[in-house]
């Protein structure tokens, strides 16, 4: 039986794929890596991006099991964070840290 996308832990090749492909990817989960954000909080931070790419992105993150989707939501108030999972955070700070500069923007 082969486990579900999210039940596995995927390669560093399949991180990098995943983190870098496409065009918002890597300013998401620079801002994640800062700390966990609600869609609107992406949104005013990547201001270029539309909501539609930013929401595409966020799904390709988390079918990966590279972002997590928490819902803290109550009753009265609909509330969803995305923060980077636990078993990527150190290798998305290597590999972020190396690419990082005031020079290319990020």
Known sequence: MKPLESQRRIGDAELLDAAFQGK??????????????????LRRSIPSASKKML???LHVLEEKAIIERVDLSTPQM????????????DVLERILARIRTPANGL
Do not use: C, G, N, T
């Open 55 to 57: 929401v595409d992105s």
């Open 24 to 41: 918002w990817r890597k300013f998401i989960l620079i801002r994640l890596l800062d700390q966990p954000s609600r869609l609107s909080e």
């Open 78 to 89: 609909k509330h969803v964070e995305y923060r980077i999972a636990d078993d990527y955070r």
